[in-house]
């Protein structure tokens, strides 16, 4: 009995590929890697709800999307260049959403 070998063509990558805005594939190390950024930002911005993407499983790192990915960058633009404090750094965003409100 002969078998036929039939060989596969491999799929071409596409250098071009586009990821939803909202798609979460980039992992807090990568983040860091793409904006030059410590680990305690995301930890931070994590623990006061200002980006805190969910956890896929309990376990499992958390996986951030191009949104927030942009969010922590627009974040650590004032955190860093203007020496801003994430209290004030909330005020700022919701003074950015039109959210603010003065008590």
Known sequence: MKVKIVKKQPS???EGFD???DEPVFTTGVVCRLL???VWVLKQLDAAGIVSPP???PAKARLYSKKEVRMVQH???Y???HDVKISGLKVILQMEQGTFKKE
Do not use: N, S, T, V
């Open 36 to 38: 030059d950024i410590p």
């Open 75 to 77: 974040c650590w633009y």
């Open 19 to 21: 990821i939803a805005p």
């Open 55 to 57: 956890r896929k499983r």
């Open 12 to 14: 071409k990558f596409k």
């Open 79 to 81: 955190l860093e260049k």
